[in-house]
């Protein structure tokens, strides 16, 4: 087996473990019934809050570790964290050890941007494609089978939501497992690059080899693997880290001074916000809704697993709609966050299961399919390298925001749940305020003429050799 595709392999085992934990979808209904009995309060606004606010705190340090580690630790932590949450939910009870619960998930989830960029610096650039569609149906697949489970196991009373548990740890156990069995990494982006950017006046760039890999006489057979600067040329730690910091701001500032880009940035970076507020919140909606304690049928379990078969059906069928984003992007993005708000604002407003179940799963595919327009279109105006950079910016940004939500919205106010989402849907209709706004603007500019010569349909750029990213192993 080549080497990249048993790389793949070992990657995509571990993405499906890692997300079979069928316990998440009844995580709300366990914590308050025994043994662990905490009640609606506790869980609104003592434990829930503390994943978003840890995740926010770790997630800066985590991506620069992630580059100086060179991937694979970060990787075996993000292991390691699933391991003690789940033993934490099975062993431990009380509000501290839940809330201790919700910082070790954070530790789990903020490590996930490792797992998202290991692959682009094991493999060559000609199995981007391939690899991107592997992982990503692996990762799906595992959240697909899990609420499946969810569902099945509980449904037939094979399993009570403790047991659940069980079949958790397992899976993420396995997941650590193999995370220790991939491969390392020699190469990152900045701690650790054998070659690197420099952006030109006309905001494209050139590679040069990093001096650590350029022998003395600049035939590029030094000695590989050092950090940047140069490993062996006795510049301090510090010196080092200055050099790394300056590299990520010239990227910063290439990135984000196209405009087209900052657009996207700004809607991902709300709109993400927005879905981990309701992710984190919905489970606490619906058991106000319909109480465990009716003794009726939940089906949590089969709601996951529709709005996540249907996400990765959108997602990938987005692939093959090329529309000329650069003129209906932000109509599109206005137009749906319109729909979003109103969804929230009637599942706040409604008593009824059925409702908040539907308009939950409408919800979380129109987010997945307008996240993966906006990737494509944040991705193909970046360079490969600087993926990972604005991918941490974006996220940084929607989890600042969403931990001034939380703390306004779930810990000062202390809403109710059905009172949190109409001001989740409001948020959305606000969102939608601002894009239709950019969108009259740009129309208006264009003119009739203007839109005509664009077009409805992506124009096909012309294509170029693909190159190999920073800290790329293989040659393409």
Request: aromatic share 14%; net charge negative; glycine share 8%.
């Amino acid at each position: 087996m080549d080497t990249w595709l048993r790389t793949c392999l070992l990657l995509c085992l571990y993405g499906f473990f890692k997300e079979l934990r069928p316990s998440e979808p009844f995580l709300t209904e366990y914590l308050k019934q025994p043994p662990m009995n905490l009640t609606d309060d506790e869980l609104t606004y003592e434990v829930y809050p503390v994943w978003t606010y840890s995740y926010l705190s770790l997630l800066v340090g985590v991506f620069l570790l992630t580059d100086l580690l060179r991937y694979k630790p970060v990787i075996v932590a993000e292991g390691i964290g699933y391991v003690i949450t789940w033993s934490l939910l099975l062993w431990a009870r009380g509000v501290p050890a839940m809330q201790f619960m919700e910082f070790m998930y954070g530790i789990a989830t903020s490590t996930e941007v490792a797992y998202y960029t290991y692959i682009y610096a094991k493999v060559a650039g000609k199995f981007y494609q391939r690899v991107t569609s592997y992982t990503r149906a692996a990762i799906l697949t595992g959240r697909f089978l899990s609420a499946v489970l969810s569902q099945v196991l509980t449904h037939t009373g094979a399993m009570s939501y403790h047991d659940l548990n069980y079949v958790s740890l397992a899976s993420v156990s396995v997941a650590f497992i193999l995370a220790c069995l991939l491969p390392s990494v020699s190469t990152s982006v900045y701690f650790h690059r054998q070659q690197y950017y420099v952006p030109t006046s006309e905001g494209n760039s050139t590679i040069q080899l990093s001096p650590v890999h350029q022998g003395q006489d600049g035939s590029g057979d030094g000695a590989g693997g050092g950090a940047v600067g140069g490993a062996g040329t006795g510049e301090s730690w510090m010196a080092k880290f200055k050099k790394v910091l300056t590299l990520m701001m010239d990227d910063f500032k290439v990135a984000y001074s196209n405009k087209y880009l900052l657009k996207w940035s700004v809607w991902w970076a709300f709109a993400t916000c927005g879905n981990f507020q309701v992710g984190n919140y919905i489970q606490p909606l619906w058991e106000q809704v319909l109480p465990v304690e009716k003794g009726e049928t939940l089906y949590n379990g089969a709601v996951e697993a529709t709005q996540t078969l249907l996400s990765a059906l959108s997602a990938f069928g987005v692939g093959y709609v090329h529309l000329n984003w650069e003129l209906l992007g932000e109509g599109t993005l206005a137009v749906i966050s319109i729909l979003d708000g109103v969804l929230l604002v009637v599942m706040g407003l409604s008593y009824n299961i059925i409702v908040s179940y539907s308009n939950y799963i409408v919800f979380r595919v129109s987010y997945q399919v307008l996240i993966t327009i906006a990737s494509y279109q944040v991705a193909k105006n970046l360079r490969e390298d600087s993926y990972g950079l604005v991918f941490g910016i974006n996220m940084f940004m929607s989890l600042l925001l969403q931990s001034l939500l939380t703390l306004i919205v779930v810990q000062v106010l202390q809403l109710s749940p059905h009172t949190q989402f109409i001001v989740y849907g409001v948020y959305f209709l606000v969102l939608a305020l601002l894009f239709l706004t950019l969108s009259i603007q740009s129309l208006s500019r264009m003119g009739c003429a203007g839109i005509r010569e664009a077009g409805m349909w992506e124009q096909q750029p012309i294509t170029h050799p693909q190159e190999a990213p920073l800290g790329c192993v293989e040659s393409v």
